[in-house]
């Protein structure tokens, strides 16, 4: 696989014809069959090209396979020789794909119930890809009962892909993550045990493979208390063969104060739980001002304390499939962004003649363009590069696999890298 760059003017069959290889597997790669034409700036994924290398004097094809770590018929193949020993200094040749080469992790998808149709639709699309599946979510009240939700058909989908469901329970109330809710719970052994007792029923009758925990803006003097309640679920799920995992608020230091960061305490949870989900996204998000939903710089500030007190085999990274769209100038209270795919960014880029720039602080595209209205904005989103940035970090930290909010905003390029750079594990 090679990123491609589309310059001014570039046509999709001068880039297949430079690359060797079709017009429609580039257009299959990026999922843009309904693109006008290219965009300045867009990137592309060029599938099942590595690189390319100039024959030097004294070169063999086996010496060059093994420089690459490919086989001398793989070269043989994309290159379409017919004779090894014809090869010559100045020569070309195209390196095909090492597939795989980070190795092998878990990956996670939450997914929001809509329709049978929609969900089938959703998962037979990235099922192969998916480690987990995590229906989003099982609100508890009060008394720690569980509103149900439909999660049948996606459990159904899940298993024809072999792929291990999470049972997601969240603190969710009235459209926000609800403080006062959590700290009911937390402070009321007999709910926290009624609440275990609901889930431990749920999936046994539903076929979870394990629990995903996702209370957010808990009050942070209940830090000790979330604690505890982690570690009471935990003595009474894992006997039953059921993992834990939670999902923790992105900071880069041990933060104890605020309801979003103050009561997750990551060296807790990495003595506690089976793995984590670090929620590494939304620093550009709806109500706030223009950025990159998830940039580098940030994403590594939190790995990076992450992973000096969880063990990295227990911390999956939280990646986005979406970027907003604001319009400018941005002010506060002001409109919230909308957002939008990946795909539709490039297309709205193509509609509007816009050229896409790339953030390398932030390692994220974006581009501005003017509306019918005459109204300017400017859309941060996601691309090929700036995944493969995060898939890095993946291998330089030695994580545990990925987790993408949220399944059903179409990117297919993430797809693609993700299967050209890992083998996915399959548990079930």
């Known amino acids: ?21 079709s017009v429609q597997n580039i257009i299959d790669a990026n999922g843009i069959q309904d693109l006008p034409y290219l965009v300045p700036g867009q990137a592309l994924i060029i599938p099942g090209i590595e690189a390319t290398y100039t024959v030097q004097p004294g070169d063999s094809l086996w010496a060059i396979s093994q420089r690459y770590g490919v086989t001398v018929e793989s070269i043989l193949d994309v290159n379409n020789i017919a004779n090894p020993s014809l090869i010559y200094p100045g020569m070309v040749i195209k390196i095909p794909a090492q ?13 929001e119930p809509t329709s049978p149709e929609r969900e089938r639709e959703i998962i037979n699309e990235v099922g192969q890809y998916l480690t987990y599946i995590s229906p989003f979510s099982y609100q508890v009240n009060e008394e720690g009962n569980l509103n149900p939700i439909d999660d049948e058909t996606i459990l159904n989908t899940a298993r024809q892909y072999d792929i291990a469901p999470l049972m997601v329970i969240t603190n969710f109330r009235n459209g926000n993550f609800d403080s006062q809710l959590a700290h009911t719970i937390l402070t009321n052994e007999n709910v926290q045990q009624n ?23 808990i009050p942070p003097d209940d830090r000790e208390l979330y604690n505890n309640f982690l570690r009471k679920v935990v003595q009474q799920l894992r006997p039953e063969g059921y993992v834990v995992s939670t999902a923790l608020a992105p ?18 949870h990495g003595e506690i739980v089976d793995f984590v989900i670090l929620m590494t996204y939304e620093w550009g998000w709806s109500g706030g001002p223009p950025l990159a939903v998830a940039p580098i710089n940030r994403v590594r500030e939190v790995v990076d304390y992450a992973a000096s007190v969880i063990p990295p085999e227990k911390i999956i990274l939280g990646m986005p499939l979406y970027g907003y769209d604001w319009r400018l100038p941005y002010t506060p209270r002001g409109d919230w962004a909308q957002r939008v795919s990946p795909k539709e960014a490039v297309e709205i880029a193509a509609r509007y003649g816009a050229v896409i720039n790339y953030d390398q602080e932030s390692q994220a595209p974006y581009f501005y363009y003017v509306d019918e209205e005459g109204r300017r904005h400017v859309i941060w989103f996601e691309d090929v590069r700036s995944v493969m940035a995060k898939f890095n970090l993946v291998n330089e930290y030695g994580l545990r696999g990925v987790s993408y909010w949220v399944l059903g905003v179409p990117f297919p390029q993430n797809w693609q890298a993700l299967d050209a750079m890992f083998n996915i594990e399959k548990l079930v």
């Open 195 to 217: 609440l275990i007792n609901n889930v431990l029923q749920t999936m046994e009758n539903k076929g979870y493979y394990g629990l995903n925990i996702d209370f957010e803006r």
């Open 99 to 111: 597939a795989n080469q980070y190795g092998t992790i878990e990956v996670n998808a939450y997914i």
């Open 1 to 21: 696989m090679e990123i491609h760059v589309v310059r001014p003017g570039e046509s999709l069959w001068a880039i297949a014809r430079r690359y060797g290889v």
């Open 251 to 268: 900071k880069p230091y041990d933060i104890r104060t605020g309801a979003w960061h103050g009561a997750h305490d990551y060296q807790a």
